[in-house]
């Protein structure tokens, strides 16, 4: 069993912010796979299904993020995971919009909501990059991180979306270069 993490903030006012393309993934992973309903677990909200074979746990935190950690501790220990099992969606600055990156381990960036599941188990689990692009000046991130994704936005955030959860399966298997590329593929096509 794996459990996939998709990083956000709680609430409607919330939902087309840049920073909650961690949510927005799980949504379109629980559709394109057919995800049970959504359920109230681990201080958020669950969703099972199987991706392939394998067995995979939907959660958004319920928290908001810079608290992401208490409920992604709280699934992991329930089900005696290790971070090895443990996958986050998130946004990521350094990325070019709509770029998708996948990496085992490393900082935070000053991402609140890495800095906290950092902080509950560790650095030692895989990371989806979700590129939102930089707005060009460190003065400007937090607005621009918690503003909505622009109009122009929605058809290619729709494509990275849709191709992401397409090639989800080979991030169950653990093939994250050909998740990669396959994802990339799909973008140009």
Same mark, same amino acid.
Request: hydrophobic fraction near 40%; charge should be positive; proline fraction near 6%.
């Given at each position: ?93 350094? #990325?070019? *919009?709509?770029?998708?990156? =996948?990496?085992? $381990?490393? +900082?935070?960036? /000053? %991402? ?8 509950? #188990?560790? *650095?030692?689990?895989?990371? =989806?990059?979700? $590129?939102? +692009?930089?707005? /060009? %000046? ?23 979306? /849709? ?27």
């Amino acid at each position: 069993m794996q459990i996939w993490v998709g990083l956000g903030n709680p609430g409607p006012q919330y939902a087309l912010h840049r920073h909650n393309v961690g949510f927005m993934a799980m949504d379109a992973l629980a559709e394109v796979h057919d995800f049970g309903p959504v359920q109230k677990k681990f201080l958020g909200w669950v969703q099972e299904g199987r991706i392939g074979r394998d067995k995979v746990l939907l959660l958004r935190p319920a928290t908001f993020m810079n608290e992401s950690g208490r409920a992604v501790g709280e699934a992991l220990r329930f089900f005696k995971l290790t971070p090895e099992a443990l996958t986050v969606f998130h946004d990521e600055l350094d #990325l070019p *919009p709509m770029k998708v990156k =996948v990496k085992r $381990g490393g +900082g935070t960036a /000053g %991402h609140n909501g890495l800095r906290s599941i950092d902080q509950h #188990l560790g *650095p030692d689990f895989r990371r =989806v990059r979700l $590129g939102i +692009g930089h707005p /060009g %000046h460190k003065d400007r991130v937090t607005g621009y991180v918690l503003g909505n994704f622009a109009k122009t936005e929605f058809d290619p955030l729709a494509d990275m979306l /849709g191709a992401m959860a397409a090639e989800a399966p080979r991030l169950v298997e653990g093939d994250d270069a050909r998740f990669m590329s396959d994802v990339a593929l799909r973008q140009a096509g």
